[in-house]
């Protein structure tokens, strides 16, 4: 419609306007270059600005319109647009993003809706709106392939006509000869049928052959022999053409190289996303161990929260009695999660926070009742054990009564266990401990009774120091040692208690089952029979005489010299049995023939034997899985319950010592100052050290995220796992 | 450094409808393996902007756009290649945008200066379009309020 109007009347106006603006356009182009920053305003856009000043008028909403769909915005809309809803803009900068209304736009129009108006589609609108964020994105300097080989130079080398040169060459040598039936032959080879209409390039005069004998036409062609000539001479190519050739065959050359180059760059591309891919693999398949570790600790807390459903039910109906001294249920088998102060949340990981120091010799045994509970500790040539306030850090007082270095204990609540060096296992009663007074006993002293009545306090322990089974019964009300277990002829180096039953190995080479409500040994298991029982009694075991050097002598007196600690370190070894623990009537050893057996102590027979060790055991534990064993022959091993297999081996670089597990993670003294932790769902190994011991770790326990050390430099340490 | 760049009137010359589907076939095969190189997906791009129809040239404008997002390195050329396609489509802003990034990193690039130059000549020509339109409309809104005033002074 407004096509028309301007026609002759507007012609000379723009002749006019074109002479005037030709200096321009050579004026724009150094005017590029300061493009955004200047506001350059040609005699074209002031005639616009001029004449459309009305129309200037906009706001936000229309100018985006107009500037993404200008054939539907014409004059009249913007005007009506911007006279409904207009607010008039601060006109700023640079004239051409502005000032959309010109006659750029307008000259748009016509060719727009003339030219089979064409719908604004939404990827039209996509590319425009994008423009502005891509020109915003970093423009480096190419490198690599793209300097190398500009996009346009791959562009000619890969699209299809780049092959053309070479098929127009092959064509070229193409020579006309005559009709051989390739084609046919071909197919038959092929043994597909050939098509009887294939005529082409047959002459008349064969044609009688073909019909009849297809495969013969070759060789009985007439006339048409050509002799010994070869192809290559009937034709003629020409200097021209061969030089073109030589050309072709150059590019295609240098085509061939770009598109190799081409290649190896997306090669190299791919194989860092490959690598990059198999990084986000690993670390998924960490976070995959994770959370398979998460769900073990999961499992334990159900089983703790089941137990102390039970234990709830059952303490809300059973009467309590102070005065008598129950047996508790066995910590050592409790798995959930522990009660703990809710401070200790904010403890960081792995550090030792409290350091008790008391001792004045390397800790031999400890033992707690629960974090920030009640804590025994003993050490050499120390006959009391210490009795700490965890939660203080204090000591409360000192386990009076024995007569040797204690080797072992076990505390449950308030009832502790100890067996040393003179062969006796006392059973202390930990609450009557600070009731003891201040007058400070000298350690070690065997204090005659002459010197008791002295004191007169009235609260005073009384020291066994005459064994005979009769004075035990004699103590006083306020002596927390309960009883005293006496039957083993040497050291008592371990002891398990659990309920009413409790059994001690000792160096005279025998395990004894004793109950605790009695007194009295049930029971006493002979190592060294069983050893020497063994072939008869044990299937699939490994040889019985599977004896070491030091522990053949099993006459007489057992001592290994230990290999050296981290701090060269080294005594002689003469724990025979360096570990019990049992359930039910199952009894598991580790012993100091380095093999770990397992007794049925219904009947007191060693029922299995695992030989693997190749140096006595130091220490043990089991679950209803495994049995964990470590020793001085620097490994830990954890075997199958049921089979006696070995699951795994874990290597340190001194003796271990002492060791504990559950499900997730296994924790090991191994005769250096740090305490090793080794995680069974992802296989690490870490070391905790920080404000640690300052000599080789001998013994430890942990309740949750409770850990207690004691080490040879004498103190004893608290960590938060 | 300069970059090795087309003239403007290579973008006129458009290819055959075969050799345009063999690159269009090409890219597809790529995308149905999950990955495109990069020259397939330009050589797509550029046959697509060279052709005539609009469709065409905005489809070839959006996969230079994924070249150049995806594509750091590549950036530079696809400056120009987004320039040359939105002046094709009519574009002029957009082109004189991405023309004048290019200039600023190549201020003697022969290929930016010209289209440069064609972009503003074609900014001209609209303007004059635009121009005669509004003249025309004064024209003939001066008739019809002659006609009217005639008609008023007459009776």
């Not at chain 1, 076990?410 to 067996?419: K, N, R």
Request: aromatic share 6%.
């Amino acid at each position: 419609m407004s096509e028309d109007k301007p026609s002759s009347s507007n012609q000379d106006r723009r002749r006019n306007a074109r002479a005037n603006l030709d200096p321009l356009i050579t004026d724009t182009p150094p005017a590029t270059t300061s493009y955004r920053a200047s506001s350059s305003t040609s005699k074209l856009e002031l005639v616009q600005k001029a004449l459309l000043a009305p129309f200037h008028r906009r706001n936000g909403s229309t100018r985006i319109l107009q500037d993404l769909a200008p054939v539907i915005m014409t004059p009249k809309m913007i005007n009506s647009a911007s006279t409904v809803s207009s607010r008039p803009r601060a006109v700023a900068d640079s004239t051409i993003t502005r000032s959309k209304m010109d006659f750029a736009t307008l000259g748009r129009a016509p060719l727009r809706l003339g030219m089979g108006s064409r719908r604004i589609t939404s990827r039209d609108l996509e590319i425009v709106e994008a423009t502005e964020q891509l020109l915003q994105s970093e423009v480096p300097e190419p490198d690599g392939v793209a300097s190398n080989v500009s996009l346009l130079r791959g562009f000619n080398a890969t699209i299809p006509s780049a092959e053309q040169s070479r098929s127009r060459r092959r064509q070229m040598r193409s020579v006309e000869a005559p009709h051989i039936g390739l084609k046919k032959l071909g197919m038959n080879a092929r043994g597909l049928l050939t098509d009887e209409e294939d005529h082409e390039g047959q002459s008349v005069a064969s044609e009688d052959d073909v019909v009849l004998v297809p495969r013969l036409d070759v060789t009985t062609r007439k006339g048409k022999k050509r002799g010994r000539e070869s192809l290559s001479a009937t034709k003629l190519l020409g200097k021209d053409e061969l030089t073109r050739q030589r050309k072709e065959i150059v590019r295609d050359k240098e085509n061939l190289h770009v598109r190799r180059s081409l290649i190896n760059s997306e090669i190299t591309e791919i194989t860092h996303k490959i690598e990059a891919l198999d990084d986000i693999r690993a670390k998924l398949e960490r976070d995959l161990l994770k959370l398979q570790e998460d769900e073990l600790e999961l499992d334990d807390e159900l089983e703790g929260v089941k137990e102390r459903l039970e234990f709830e039910q059952t303490s809300s109906r059973r009467s309590s009695s102070a005065n008598a001294l129950q047996i508790p249920q066995s910590s050592r088998r409790r798995k959930g999660p522990a009660f703990l102060p809710s401070e200790h949340d904010e403890l960081p990981p792995g550090i030792a926070f409290m350091t008790l120091e008391s001792h004045s010799t390397p800790i031999t045994a400890l033992d707690f009742s629960e974090p920030y509970g009640t804590l025994v500790s003993a050490s050499q040539e120390d006959n009391q054990p210490r009795v700490w306030d965890l939660f203080s850090g204090s000591e409360i007082g000192r386990l009076r009564g024995h007569t040797g270095t204690v080797k072992c204990v076990q505390v449950e609540d308030q009832v502790c266990l100890t067996g040393s060096e003179d062969g006796t296992v006392r059973v202390w009663d930990l609450r009557k401990v600070d009731i003891e007074d201040a007058n400070g006993w000298d350690e070690g002293e065997i204090v005659s009774l002459s010197d008791v009545s002295e004191e007169g306090e009235g609260d005073e322990e009384r020291p066994n120091g005459i064994r005979s089974a009769e004075q035990n019964n004699k103590v006083n009300a306020n002596d927390p040692c309960a009883r005293v277990l006496e039957g083993h002829t040497k050291a008592v180096t371990t002891l398990f208690f659990e309920d009413e039953c409790l059994v001690t190995g000792a160096s005279d080479k025998t395990l004894r089952q004793w109950d605790l409500n009695t007194g009295q040994c049930v029971m006493t298991m002979d190592i060294l029979w069983a050893i020497s029982h063994a072939s008869t009694a044990v299937p699939g075991s490994g040889l019985p005489n599977g004896l070491f050097a030091g522990a053949a002598a099993s006459v007489g007196t057992f001592a290994v010299p230990t290999p050296p600690a981290a701090d060269g370190s080294w005594d002689m070894y003469e724990d025979y049995v360096g570990g019990v623990q049992f359930w039910g009537y199952g009894l598991v050893s580790g012993s100091g023939d380095g093999a770990v057996r397992m007794w049925d102590m219904r009947t007191g027979q060693a029922h299995r034997t695992l030989m693997g060790h190749t140096a006595p055991v130091t220490c043990l534990q089991f679950d209803e899985i495994h049995i964990a064993s470590g020793s001085l022959d620097k490994t830990i091993r954890i075997w199958d319950l049921r089979t006696g297999g070995v699951f795994e081996t874990l290597k340190y670089d001194h003796a271990v010592t002492a060791l504990q597990f559950d499900t997730r993670k296994v924790v090991a003294a191994t005769g250096e100052n740090g305490i090793k932790i080794y995680n069974r769902t992802s296989m690490q190994h870490s070391t905790l050290l920080t404000n640690g011991h300052t000599s080789p770790v001998e013994r430890l326990r942990y309740m949750d995220r409770y850990l207690v050390s004691g080490g040879r430099d004498t103190t004893v340490k608290i960590w938060s796992l | 450094m300069t970059t090795e760049l087309p003239y403007a009137a290579d973008a006129e010359v458009s290819l055959s409808y075969d050799e345009l589907e063999v690159l269009r076939l090409q890219y597809e095969k790529e995308l149905s393996l999950a990955h495109v190189t990069v020259q397939t997906k330009f050589n797509y791009a550029w046959g697509l902007v060279k052709s005539p129809l609009r469709d065409h040239q905005v489809e070839g404008v959006k996969l230079l756009q994924d070249l150049y997002r995806s594509e750091p390195s590549r950036r530079r050329e696809c400056l120009y290649y987004l320039a040359l396609g939105h002046y094709k489509m009519g574009n002029f802003d957009e082109a004189k945008k991405f023309n004048a990034l290019l200039l600023d990193k190549e201020p003697t690039n022969m290929q930016a200066i010209s289209l440069a130059q064609l972009i503003d000549k074609g900014v001209a020509k609209e303007g004059y379009i635009g121009m005669a339109l509004v003249g025309g409309a004064a024209a003939v809104g001066t008739i019809v309020l002659a006609s009217l005033i005639r008609r008023a002074t007459r009776k």
